[in-house]
């Protein structure tokens, strides 16, 4: 999957200081991209749109 102009941005549930760091772009046309900060050259997951907003759901609703 091409990520080439994904405009990366690290999770605001991420924290501070911890590095373990979740990135996600979400500019691309009809896929979102994740990775890990620490690894940026590293494998993406690529999820269509609404499967992200789905799994972002999903773990919104957890305790």
Known sequence: MDLI???WRK???S???GGD???VADNLPNIVGVRD???PDG???VFSPPAWRSFVAQ???RP
């Open 21 to 23: 760091c979740v990135e």
């Open 15 to 17: 924290g501070s200081g």
């Open 43 to 45: 494998p993406a997951l």
């Open 37 to 39: 900060s620490k690894n």
């Open 5 to 7: 102009g994904a405009t």
């Open 11 to 13: 999770s605001t549930r």
């Open 59 to 61: 773990v919104a609703s």
